[in-house]
């Protein structure tokens, strides 16, 4: 299947303040869990290369917290969106447009740690999305961490009985539904050509790249995917002690087709 580039940047480009209000407002229990779990690798002076960083959500998190960052996203209007809210929040990152599968302008071993959280969903073919982990991998100092994220099948399940229940009666959706009952993967026209799968490959495509050790494999949204509209409904205090309560959920196996957004951080090798 043909790589849809120039469909997926207008995706993006059309409105970047949807996706900074995805996280902002209608998914902060995502960034919370997602954050928590991060800061266990990423220390205060980290240089950090977020590929696909969007409207840079995470970019201006880690400069807030001391670290030196460079965000890449294939949307031009990402890119100057993440620059005006950077100014809007008094830090400061570097942002620029580009695409995962080409990170040549950067050496070897440059950073010490890369997000790749949004390309691997939009790459409709095998062949690119392991292109993309290696070039990740390639600007890794030794010792560096990876976070790679994946929207998950069963995802559109629970999206469907979340938001659009009615999906299930309509002869299109039935077909995507037998996908995710069969536990397969799927590059589709979705929001946007994307690429949705399974834990098993998404594990399968990170263990296919020599020299990356996976560290943990956990659930971006954790048990809260299904739950999304109720929390919003809940006063602060409450919404804030379920997070915690997801905390020790995210990484169990047993839970992990509860979340969207699944998350693999791998270790490169010391050499």
Same mark, same amino acid.
């Given at each position: &299947? ?34 928590? &779990? ?47 809210? @950077? ?58 961490? !990876? ?13 469907? !009985? ?17 996908? @995710? ?14 690429? &949705? ?8 495509? !990170? ?38 309560? @997801? ?25």
């Amino acid at each position: &299947m043909q790589e849809r580039t120039g469909e997926i940047r207008s995706h993006y480009n059309a409105n970047p303040q949807k996706e900074w209000d995805r996280l902002q407002k209608k998914h902060p229990h995502e960034k919370y869990i997602t954050t928590h &779990m991060m800061d266990r690798y990423i220390k205060p002076g980290d240089t950090i290369l977020d590929i696909g960083g969007g409207p840079g959500h995470y970019s201006i998190h880690y400069a807030k917290k001391g670290c030196g960052v460079t965000l890449l996203d294939l949307s031009d209007e990402n890119v100057r969106f993440a620059k005006k809210k @950077a100014r809007q929040y008094r830090v400061r990152i570097t942002a620029m447009q580009g695409d995962a599968l080409d990170l040549s302008r950067f050496p070897d071993d440059s950073f010490d740690i890369v997000f790749l959280m949004g390309p691997l969903y939009h790459l409709m073919n095998e062949e690119s999305r392991i292109r993309a982990v290696q070039e990740a991998k390639r600007i890794l100092k030794p010792g560096g961490y !990876l976070f790679s994220s994946f929207i998950l099948m069963f995802g559109g399940v629970i999206y469907g !009985l979340r938001e659009l229940q009615e999906t299930i009666l309509w002869p299109e959706e039935q077909k995507l539904y037998e996908v @995710a009952a069969r536990d397969e993967s799927l590059a589709f026209e979705a929001f946007t050509y994307s690429w &949705m799968t399974t834990v098993q490959d998404a594990e399968k495509l !990170l263990a296919s790249v020599p020299g990356l050790r996976t560290e943990t494999v956990f659930g971006q949204e954790s048990i809260l995917a299904p739950y999304r509209n109720v929390l919003s409904r809940s006063p602060k205090k409450i919404r804030t002690a379920w997070y915690d309560y @997801a905390l020790r959920y995210c990484e169990k196996g047993n839970y992990l087709t509860h979340t969207e957004h699944l998350m693999i951080v791998s270790r490169k090798d010391e050499r």
